[in-house]
């Protein structure tokens, strides 16, 4: 008879589970266990009463030992894993064989384990381990959750494939993934995991796993309620809660949904509200969630509002570089202020802005990187809290080592001259901050993952080293432009080289495909349509000659305008309108009043050459025209970061284009030629006039118009600011106004007819090249709220809300929703600026590195379009391809 020297082992850890349902594993375990009990109170009643050799702790040499069940292990690396050796001597029962068992336990590699006494022979004893291994994972298949958030579940889980499913991985399992979720507001979530056992040829136990997820619907608030609060009311408390709100049908930009981690920082929330109003002891006594029976949830919180404080003495200690005057600048709090814990610790220092006034950016501004800042209370008599504001200063510190690593295209001079940061500079926060700012700026790096990594601090001798970490971003872009404008389909391909490198142009080896890295800007684009074809290119270095910041630029363009047939609804290429331009420009960052300031300058030319082309505005239908004209700019620009998706900062430019003024010295009586003009104007309206009066009349305004125009004589002022501002984290205002102006220097030379601005739709239909403005205004046609000869003024207003879907490398994705209005006016006896064309509506853009920015906008117009007899537009929709508003 065989002795069962151990039963098998239940342990709540460890066990296998194989297509059952967790009760009746529970219960054929309690069966099994106790028919195991029953067989060994058996087995030693039958011992004792035959009187054999096996008696109670007698010691045996082991004779051998052999393993028996269902493993992959082999034989020897079991026994020799137990601890159990041949001629080892051993007490039965004793701590050796229960040693073994708690060996083989610990490996966690087996769900049972069971050793038998088989043989004695005299002083030998011969024992048999039987055991089956714990099943491995084989495959895994989870459902209820998308598919970008199945690795995460595996990772956190460890539910890789092989790994040894256990009744303690099932269960653990069951429990991150409902706790998971409920902290993400599903507080319905249930979790079910099934194990299927593999049947087939090989030895090794394996299961598969079915994870099955229930989230249900996240589950709205109906009402918070708070108790205890005499001072701040519900409502005021409701709304300190930044993201925990209950339901109201009008609030669009807030959900009423429950989220664990939000509703924990807006408890926090609810305690700085008190602080901010004196009540320094406020706090949270309990929370509780109840469920409703329309399966919503009820919050209720209880508050110890604390007595309200004021500020006392407040005394710095250990200032020696700043004097108290100075910190009570930074500091703002005077004594008899309402305590304002939340204030007092901003102005100590504001961790929710990197570029903040407050004390410890005084110091770390100026070389103080070791410097610590701390506020005591050293008194709170009578509810007046004085403080001590502690400062241990420290050395200044130095940058020693300035080291940039992740730039594989862009070379490095080109990063090393936009950073703020040298070797042997005393240490400046803010001159870390701009760095990453104009490298950000750059284009040529992923803007949401620049970081500078501060490293070998050394506050004994004053050092550290820092590290800008970069990601290269596609620079280069292919240019696919398309829209309907100036009455036909737009079609643009262009070739836009944001990295270029010029000198490496002869270089073969260079070519990656192209020479890149020195942060030039090379293009070439082609755009057409039934009316028109433009060709152009244009080359600009932002740091000439290499050691300042100056820009220099140059373009060249030729456009072939053909004439709109009213008849055939054709182009007529027989009557065509030539232009060719070349453009030379510098633009200067300068120092004062900062040195976010740029001024450009320019000088340009084009040449108008018109075959047989009449309109409205060229009565000269055969002749010419010549532009040389200076355009000087003042621009601003401190937007940051990331110049897809600006989070805060602002970007202005004000910009003058001006003509030489010919009629003050070209001998030519501008106020003749008018009069003659309005003459013969009244002979062509005349109705009495002859036919052949008529044409002659016309065929001299022509000529009079080719004089007036043949070297063009204006100025061109214009004004466009956009700022921005973060709500909340992620959500974006940017208010926008932009104005523009064309006149004359003598009244009677008169307007010029190009130059002009033509405002509605998409902005796309800047294919002229003769110095015309297509101004986008949303909600309406391309072009049509100007006159068909285009306005010499124009306003337009916009504000839009921008919110980030995702803001990754290869793809930047922001949607947001506009009120704009705006207008176009002939001359300022027209001019209203509250008289404006109004939209709205909402969008969406796409910045892929390597075709730029992509969207499309769904605008409602809610006026009449000029010449139009409706009440309003209504809907209109914009592709927006290579533009951005």
Request: include cysteine; proline fraction near 3%; charge should be neutral.
């Amino acid at each position: 008879m065989n002795l069962l020297l151990n039963i098998k082992k239940e342990n709540d850890d460890l066990g296998k589970q194989v297509n059952n349902s967790a009760k009746g594993l529970h219960l054929y375990t309690f069966t099994k266990a106790c028919l195991l009990v029953l067989v060994i109170l058996f087995c030693f009643n039958n011992l004792r009463a035959q009187d054999t050799a096996s008696t109670d702790g007698k010691k045996y040499i082991l004779g051998d030992i052999t393993v028996s069940g269902n493993t992959s292990f082999n034989d020897q690396t079991i026994v020799s894993y137990s601890g159990l050796r041949k001629g080892q001597e051993i007490t039965i029962p004793g701590e050796d064989i229960a040693n073994a068992i708690k060996k083989l336990w610990g490996s966690n590699l087996f769900s049972d384990i069971e050793v038998y006494l088989t043989k004695v022979e005299g002083d030998t004893a011969y024992l048999q381990i039987q055991l089956y291994d714990l099943p491995q994972l084989n495959e895994l298949k989870i459902n209820g959750v998308k598919k970008g958030k199945k690795e995460g579940i595996i990772k956190d889980n460890k539910l890789n494939k092989g790994v040894k499913v256990t009744e303690n991985l099932i269960k653990t399992t069951e429990n991150f993934l409902e706790t998971k979720f409920k902290k993400e507001g599903y507080l319905n979530t249930k979790v079910f995991i099934n194990t299927i056992e593999v049947k087939d040829s090989l030895k090794t136990s394996r299961v598969n796993m079915v994870v099955n997820i229930d989230k249900g619907e996240k589950v709205k608030i109906k009402d918070i309620v708070f108790s205890g609060n005499t001072v701040l009311s519900d409502k005021k408390l409701r709304k300190a809660m930044k993201s925990t709100k209950k339901i109201n049908r009008l609030r669009l930009l807030k959900r009423s949904k429950f989220t664990d981690s939000a509703y924990q920082a807006d408890l926090g929330h609810v305690v700085d509200k008190y602080k901010e109003n004196g009540y320094r002891d406020a706090r949270i006594i309990s929370d509780s969630l109840i469920i409703n029976n329309d399966k919503t949830i009820s919050l209720q919180i209880n508050v110890n509002e604390g007595e309200q404080y004021t500020f006392g003495d407040i005394d710095f200690i250990g200032n020696t570089v700043y004097n108290d005057q100075i910190l009570n600048r930074i500091l703002r709090i005077k004594k008899g202020d309402t305590y304002n814990g939340v204030l007092l610790e901003k102005r100590i220092a504001d961790p929710s802005k990197p570029d903040a006034t407050d004390i410890t950016n005084l110091y770390q501004n100026n070389g103080y990187l070791f410097s610590t800042i701390s506020t005591v209370e050293v008194s709170a008599e009578n509810n007046v809290i004085d403080l001590e504001i502690r400062i241990i200063e420290g050395k200044p510190a130095y940058f020693n080592n300035v080291s940039v690593s992740g730039n594989d295209k862009t070379n490095d001079h080109v990063i090393y001259r936009e950073i703020r940061t040298r070797p042997g500079q005393l240490y400046s926060k803010a001159q870390v901050v701009r760095t990453i700012r104009e490298l950000g700026q750059l284009g040529f790096f992923d803007a949401q993952e620049l970081t500078p990594d501060i490293q070998n601090p050394n506050p004994n001798e004053g050092t550290v080293d820092i590290e800008y970490q970069v990601k290269e971003a596609g620079s280069s872009q292919i240019e696919l432009q398309g829209g309907y404008g100036g009455g036909g389909f737009i079609g643009t391909l262009g070739l836009s080289f944001n990295n270029f490198a010029i000198k490496d142009i002869f270089n073969k080896k260079a070519y990656k495909p192209i020479p890149m890295g020195d942060g030039q800007k090379l293009a070439l684009r082609l755009q057409a349509s039934r009316f028109f074809q433009t060709y152009s290119f244009s080359f600009s270095e932002p740091w000439l000659g290499g050691k300042r910041p100056v820009q220099f630029s140059a373009s060249i363009s030729h456009t072939k305008q053909f004439l709109y047939d009213f008849i055939t609804r054709r182009a007529d290429k027989s009557r065509r309108f030539n232009i060719t331009g070349l453009t030379l420009g510098l633009a200067k960052r300068l120092s004062v009043p900062d040195d976010y300031f740029t001024l450009s300058q320019a000088i340009s030319f084009q040449h108008y050459d018109l075959q047989n082309y009449n309109t409205g505005l060229f009565t000269f239908g055969d002749g010419s025209s010549k532009n040389l004209s200076y355009t000087v700019g003042l621009s601003r620009n401190d937007t940051r970061i990331d110049p897809i998706f600006p989070t805060g900062g602002s970007n202005f430019a004000v910009t003058a284009k001006l003509s030489i003024p010919y009629s003050l010295f070209n001998d030519v009586d501008y106020a003749a030629l008018k009069s003659e003009r309005d003459d013969n104007e009244a002979i062509i309206s005349d109705p009495t006039s002859t036919s052949a009066e008529r044409t002659a009349a016309s065929t001299r305004i022509g000529e009079i118009d080719q004089e007036r125009f043949d070297w063009l004589e204006f100025y061109k002022v214009s004004f466009k600011g956009d700022w921005y501002t973060q709500i909340v984290k992620n959500l974006v205002l940017r208010p926008s106004i932009e104005f523009g102006f064309l006149g004359a220097y003598n009244n009677d030379r008169g307007i010029i007819p190009f130059e002009r601005y033509f405002l509605g739709g998409d902005g796309l239909g800047t294919f002229s090249l003769d110095g015309r403005e297509a101004v986008a205004l949303r909600g309406y046609p391309n072009q049509s709220l100007s006159d068909q000869d285009g306005g010499t003024i124009y306003n337009k207003f916009s504000l839009e809300l921008r919110y980030p879907i995702t803001l990754g490398a290869s793809a930047k994705i922001y949607g947001l929703t506009f009120l704009e209005g705006g207008a176009s006016y002939n001359s300022f006896r027209d001019y209203n600026p509250f008289n404006i064309k109004r939209s709205a509506g909402l969008g969406v853009r796409i910045f892929m590195p390597a075709f730029g920015l992509l969207g499309i906008d769904f605008g409602h117009g809610f006026d009449t379009i000029p010449g139009d007899t409706g009440t309003k537009h209504g809907w209109e929709t914009h592709f927006i391809i290579g533009q951005q508003f």
